[in-house]
């Protein structure tokens, strides 16, 4: 998904859920600020670098892609952008090696979506924000894997493009660097590679933009499908996403006691079906105009531009002690735990891709010394509910 | 390039290099070893690429395409091996043709690279280069051990291109 959706689409999600404007604007902030935390960006802050959310396309180019290489790319993807839909789904007459990348194919409604949102519940702001990201990205993304593979994520040349009326349309994507033309039907995709673990063949490269577009609905065959054709209805998955955010935000606010996947929220959103429909179907690049103008509606105030820059004065200016406790501080613990846990699951499902899992012990021990600031921060948390 | 690549690209360069030097030294004995080589080689990517059909691509769309290509890729091995007892004009012949046609890939290549904005130019070069020195090779091919000479420098023209490409960062299109 795009700043259209994890900005100005959460902010109107968490509108509908009860929050407040201040609050909703954390909370959007925080989800697009997935798709811009960086290590080039924590480096720059002198943040810990293990909470980067995602990679530049520079930072791509320079990964590795030997076995610690791919295990790094893994756990940012899977955690954040390509969530796992089930990490022990079975398939028949395959290899080991197969099946431990088949088993990171993203998809909505997965345990880890419950995990992800649970981790999220008495946490900040920012952890919310994050928790939205990640679960309107199992919508958007399903069916490919946050990890270089070319047997998963590659497509073929069967790609159409299927119309409201019915009708569909051949998509012959380019292999230039010219932007989407989605008036003409032009659109742009990676080059097929192949290597099995080339960067090219890491998430959705091989369907474009596609998967980020809400109008669309089109069908393909993906490399897993065996030759099954697949549907991808975007309107459809997209309206799901709202709403599923708004129940997830309803529960994390405590307004109800239980966050329950392939549930919809159908109360709020239901008063402006149309107007949301009518938003997510417009046939255009990025929707942020008109989600931004459904937001205002709502409030009545105003929704500033996303600005990257906003939050790096004040964690520049804090204490070492009083950094955890700033807008980026708590967006960095929050990334943590997610990270944690989502690399955990991995593991624990006996799948190596993203990495080994390690209890954090006392001490400096390289690697894992910026999950201190998470496990302190957790335990202090702990601390304040056993007191009240 | 992940740096493994990078190495990997390198140590293989330097061995042609010292291949090419080798040939100079011994025009007549060297052919063999080369095609002993080259076969080896042959018959590593052949039998890598179909264990990844069989382990993997089998259950991938499009993903007989790995089987053809191990199969084709065995099937060169075994012919560059079965070179190794005919006369030495013959094996030149057939490295000539390979040169041809790996310059001719280059080329295409390059061609490509300036469709998607890249830079084209290196491997433009180097692909002309190598159908050149094929070319040469021809040329002289009866002419005592100058078409050897002329293929040898072609080596090591080869193995100095790679490593030149080895060190450059090349822009890709890549969705995010």
Same mark, same amino acid.
């Given at each position: 998904?795009?700043?259209?959706?994890?900005?100005?689409?959460?902010?109107?999600?968490?509108?509908?859920?009860?929050?407040?404007?201040?609050?909703?604007?954390?909370?959007?902030?925080?989800?697009?600020?997935? #798709? %811009?935390?960086?290590?080039?960006?924590?480096? *720059?802050?002198?943040?810990?670098?293990?909470?980067?959310?995602?990679?530049?396309?520079?930072?791509?180019?320079?990964? #590795?892609? #030997?076995?610690?290489?791919? @295990?790094?790319?893994?756990?940012?993807?899977?955690?954040?952008?390509?969530?796992?839909?089930?990490?022990?789904?079975?398939?028949?007459?395959?290899?080991? +090696?197969?099946? *431990?990348?088949?088993?990171? %194919?993203?998809?909505?409604?997965?345990?880890?979506?419950?995990?992800?949102? +649970?981790?999220?519940?008495?946490?900040?702001?920012?952890? /919310?924000?994050?928790?939205?990201?990640?679960?309107?990205?199992?919508?958007?993304?399903?069916?490919?894997?946050?990890?270089?593979?070319?047997?998963?994520?590659?497509?073929?040349?069967? $790609?159409?493009?299927?119309?409201?009326?019915?009708?569909?349309?051949?998509?012959?994507?380019?292999?230039?660097?010219?932007?989407?033309?989605?008036?003409?039907?032009?659109?742009?995709?990676?080059? $097929?590679?192949?290597?099995?673990?080339?960067?090219?063949?890491?998430?959705?490269?091989?369907?474009?933009?596609?998967?980020?577009?809400?109008? %669309?609905?089109?069908?393909?065959?993906?490399?897993?499908?065996?030759?099954?054709?697949?549907?991808?209805?975007?309107?459809?998955?997209?309206?799901?996403?709202?709403?599923?955010?708004?129940?997830?935000?309803?529960?994390?606010?405590? #307004?109800?006691?239980?966050?329950?996947?392939?549930?919809?929220?159908?109360?709020?959103?239901?008063?402006?079906?149309?107007?949301?429909?009518?938003?997510?179907?417009?046939?255009?690049?990025?929707?942020?105009?008109?989600?931004?103008?459904?937001?205002?509606?709502?409030?009545?105030?105003? /929704?500033?531009?996303?600005?990257?820059?906003?939050?790096?004065?004040?964690?520049? +200016?804090?204490?070492?002690?009083?950094?955890?406790?700033?807008?980026?501080?708590?967006?960095?613990?929050?990334?943590?735990? @997610?990270?944690?846990?989502?690399?955990?699951?991995?593991?624990?499902?006996?799948?190596?891709?993203?990495?080994?899992?390690?209890?954090?012990?006392?001490?400096?021990?390289?690697?894992?010394?910026?999950?201190?600031?998470?496990?302190?921060?957790?335990?202090?948390?702990?601390?304040? +509910?056993?007191?009240? | 390039?992940?740096?493994?690549?990078?190495?990997?690209?390198?140590?293989?360069?330097?061995?042609?290099?010292?291949?090419?030097?080798?040939?100079?030294?011994?025009?007549?004995?060297?052919?063999?070893?080369?095609?002993?080589?080259?076969?080896?080689?042959?018959?590593?990517?052949?039998?890598?690429?179909?264990?990844?059909?069989?382990?993997?691509?089998?259950?991938?769309?499009?993903?007989?395409?790995?089987?053809?290509?191990?199969?084709?890729?065995?099937?060169?091995?075994?012919?560059?091996?079965?070179?190794?007892?005919?006369?030495?004009?013959?094996?030149?012949?057939?490295?000539?043709?390979?040169?041809?046609?790996?310059?001719?890939?280059?080329?295409?290549?390059?061609?490509?690279?300036?469709?998607?904005?890249?830079?084209?130019?290196?491997?433009?070069?180097?692909?002309?280069?190598?159908?050149?020195?094929?070319?040469?090779?021809?040329?002289?091919?009866?002419?005592?051990?100058?078409?050897?000479?002329?293929?040898?420098?072609?080596?090591?023209?080869?193995?100095?291109?790679?490593?030149?490409?080895?060190?450059?960062?090349?822009?890709?299109?890549?969705?995010?």
């Amino acid at each position: 998904m795009q700043e259209d959706f994890h900005y100005y689409a959460t902010y109107c999600a968490a509108v509908l859920a009860g929050y407040t404007h201040e609050e909703s604007l954390e909370i959007c902030y925080s989800a697009q600020f997935v #798709d %811009i935390c960086t290590r080039t960006f924590i480096s *720059r802050v002198k943040g810990p670098l293990n909470a980067a959310t995602t990679q530049l396309q520079l930072e791509m180019v320079d990964a #590795d892609t #030997d076995a610690v290489g791919l @295990q790094d790319i893994t756990r940012i993807w899977a955690s954040f952008h390509f969530l796992p839909g089930d990490l022990y789904a079975e398939k028949k007459h395959c290899s080991k +090696r197969y099946l *431990r990348k088949y088993r990171l %194919i993203c998809g909505p409604n997965g345990e880890l979506v419950r995990e992800t949102v +649970r981790l999220a519940k008495d946490s900040s702001m920012q952890g /919310i924000g994050i928790a939205m990201h990640v679960l309107a990205d199992t919508w958007a993304h399903r069916y490919f894997a946050g990890t270089p593979s070319l047997v998963i994520n590659n497509t073929d040349s069967y $790609f159409y493009e299927i119309f409201p009326d019915g009708s569909e349309k051949k998509i012959n994507f380019r292999h230039t660097t010219s932007p989407d033309d989605v008036e003409k039907g032009l659109y742009t995709s990676s080059i $097929f590679q192949g290597s099995e673990n080339s960067i090219m063949n890491l998430g959705h490269g091989r369907a474009g933009h596609l998967p980020d577009y809400s109008f %669309i609905k089109y069908k393909y065959l993906p490399a897993w499908g065996g030759y099954e054709e697949t549907v991808k209805d975007n309107p459809s998955d997209y309206n799901k996403a709202f709403r599923q955010m708004i129940h997830a935000m309803q529960y994390l606010r405590g #307004d109800i006691g239980e966050f329950r996947t392939d549930y919809y929220e159908g109360t709020k959103a239901e008063l402006y079906r149309e107007r949301i429909d009518e938003i997510i179907r417009k046939r255009r690049e990025s929707a942020a105009e008109d989600w931004k103008e459904f937001g205002e509606s709502l409030t009545g105030g105003k /929704i500033p531009d996303f600005d990257q820059e906003a939050y790096i004065e004040e964690y520049l +200016r804090a204490g070492e002690d009083e950094k955890k406790d700033t807008f980026l501080g708590r967006f960095f613990i929050s990334a943590l735990a @997610q990270k944690s846990m989502v690399t955990h699951s991995i593991f624990a499902s006996k799948n190596p891709l993203a990495g080994y899992s390690v209890e954090y012990k006392k001490g400096n021990i390289p690697g894992i010394r910026d999950f201190k600031m998470m496990v302190e921060s957790m335990k202090k948390r702990k601390g304040e +509910r056993a007191n009240e | 390039m992940s740096k493994f690549a990078r190495v990997g690209n390198i140590i293989v360069s330097l061995l042609t290099v010292l291949l090419g030097v080798f040939l100079f030294f011994m025009p007549g004995e060297g052919f063999y070893i080369i095609v002993l080589i080259l076969s080896i080689g042959l018959f590593i990517a052949g039998f890598k690429e179909i264990i990844y059909y069989f382990t993997m691509a089998i259950n991938m769309v499009g993903g007989k395409r790995s089987f053809y290509k191990g199969i084709i890729v065995l099937e060169a091995a075994l012919f560059t091996l079965s070179l190794y007892d005919i006369p030495k004009i013959f094996i030149l012949l057939y490295l000539i043709g390979v040169h041809v046609f790996s310059g001719t890939v280059e080329i295409l290549r390059a061609w490509e690279s300036k469709k998607n904005g890249s830079s084209f130019v290196l491997k433009f070069i180097q692909g002309s280069l190598d159908i050149t020195m094929a070319l040469c090779c021809l040329v002289f091919i009866r002419n005592g051990n100058t078409g050897t000479y002329i293929y040898a420098a072609g080596l090591i023209n080869s193995a100095i291109f790679r490593i030149v490409s080895s060190f450059r960062k090349t822009a890709i299109v890549y969705i995010q």
